[in-house]
């Protein structure tokens, strides 16, 4: 038995010796005795747990509720509110541009090339006998008055208005300076005792001036200030004196800057005065 194992095996080898190279190589080619390619590892991402949804508590109990919120638009009334304020603060605001430039312009057509001066020097007295001149009222703003003690009714309506006017400046700005002055259109009559008596119904700050018949026409015509005296007035003989009607506003330098007439009311002409006064001080 042993003999016919060896004669096989021998017979083996000799047919495998009797196959071509080719096929020999083909075998061993084979994928049956390549290696296995084994597929990459990649590394693991941990999975975040997931977070349990949870509905989100509303002010709203029920849908109508949630959809009434939208029916007035984009548009709620704090929205309105502030537009509101925004479009009246602009309204205000260009008002208050308007009215400061317009006063500026009357400011400055006052002091323009080819238009009559409005002011300039004098020397007078005062109702206290002492003397008085334009350079006093310099570094001020003065509120000038022309008429006369004896004046039956306009005189001291506007006398009146004056007063009024000066308080209500004075309550909105203290301490401001302004210099009220009253010049008479009758010197002949009205002296400084006169004149002294008869401001001191009206205001203790009101400054009068007098002067002589000369001296007074003088300073008329540097304000365009018009005044007639009847003539041939007998000694002791009551007459009245035709005058202009007008406050006239001098800013601090002596320039004139407006007229206030009789068709201000006191609130009015405190006004013009105050807004007046707080141009200069935020332009100088």
Known sequence: MSHSMFASSRALQGALRKLPAQQCQRCISSSAFQPKQLRPVLPRVPVQSRQPITQKRTKYKTIEQAKSRYSTGPFSWKAAILFVATCGGLVWYFEFEK????????????????????????????????????????????????????CPDICPEELDKMARMLEIVDAKIPNNGLLPIFVTCDPARDDPAALKDYLAEFSPNLIGLTGTYDEIKEMCKKYRVYFSTPRDVKPGQDYLVDHSIYFYLMDPDGDFVEALGRQHSPEEGAKLLTDHLNDWKRSH
């Not at 003397?131 to 003065?142: N, V």
Request: aromatic share 10%.
């Open 99 to 150: 009215e400061r430039m317009q006063r500026k312009r009357v400011a400055e057509t006052t002091k323009g090339v080819g238009r009559p001066k409005v002011g300039g020097p004098f020397e007078l007295i005062d109702q206290n006998g002492e003397k008085f001149t334009d350079e006093m009222m310099r570094g001020k703003h003065s509120l000038v008055y022309f008429g006369f003690t004896r």
